[in-house]
T-cell receptor, first 119, second 109 residues
Framework: EPEVTQTPSHQVTQMGQEVILRCVPISNHLYFYWYRQILGQKVEFLVSFYNNEISEKSEIFDDQFSVERPDGSNFTLKIRSTKLEDSAMYFC?????????????????FGPGTRLTVT | LAKTTQPISMDSYEGQEVNITCSHNNIATNDYITWYQQFPSQGPRFIIQGYKTKVTNEVASLFIPADRKSSTLSLPRVSLSDTAVYYCLVGDDTDKLIFGTGTRLQVFP
């Protein structure tokens, strides 16, 4: 069964440093997402991406965050200057279609996550 | 912005049916309601998805009333391996995706 993969599984960084979290979505999927989950809390939507541009983003996704699909397979989340409160699990997901399409069903497949620890 | 509410936790015994309800207002009129299961240190895993009325698959049923202000995930005959956190996921009227607050289900032998 195809799956979403993420690297690294755990990233430790110092406050103020830049980090790049990497994801390889399922190969025929067109819609990509990043979510964040602070320890013990619910999963929070960060951003959705389609056709090489951001479709939607949440209030969490401020100027320190950026996403990129640098080639045909990778999807990255960059945090420019990390803060202590950025410590969380970051999940990538992909889907073949989007709920934005009128009435069309979709299923998001999630990766195993990257645990980011900012010290 | 859509607001979603779920019970924080539920307990059950093996073999029982479990129903978990998510309340959600201001969801997008053309979006589906999706439920996910999450085990510790893993990404959410898709369970079921529906638009309205009732949907059933091999693992669960989903009941959605006509007003779509809530949805109920039904797990028939739970087992110990169903112990997990269950989330609803909805799209709000600004096309942002909102996870529910999550329900921690504990199944006892």
């Amino acid at each position: 069964e195809p799956e979403v993969t993420q690297t690294p599984s755990h990233q430790v960084t110092q406050m103020g440093q830049e980090v790049i979290l990497r994801c390889v979505p399922i190969s025929n999927h067109l819609y990509f997402y990043w979510y964040r989950q602070i320890l013990g809390q619910k999963v929070e939507f960060l951003v959705s991406f389609y056709n090489n541009e951001i479709s939607e983003k949440s209030e969490i996704f401020d100027d320190q965050f950026s996403v990129e699909r640098p080639d045909g397979s990778n999807f990255t989340l960059k945090i420019r200057s990390t803060k202590l409160e950025d410590s969380a699990m970051y999940f990538c997901a992909s889907s073949a279609s989007s709920e934005a399409l009128s009435g069309e069903s979709y299923e998001q497949y999630f990766g195993p996550g990257t645990r980011l620890t900012v010290t | 912005l859509a607001k979603t509410t779920q019970p924080i936790s539920m307990d059950s015994y093996e073999g029982q049916e479990v129903n978990i309800t998510c309340s959600h207002n201001n969801i997008a009129t053309n979006d589906y309601i999706t439920w996910y299961q999450q085990f510790p240190s893993q990404g959410p895993r898709f369970i079921i998805q529906g638009y309205k009325t009732k949907v059933t698959n091999e693992v669960a049923s989903l009941f959605i009333p006509a007003d779509r202000k809530s949805s109920t995930l039904s797990l028939p005959r739970v087992s110990l391996s169903d112990t997990a956190v269950y989330y609803c996921l909805v799209g709000d009227d600004t096309d942002k995706l909102i996870f529910g607050t999550g329900t921690r289900l504990q199944v006892f032998p």
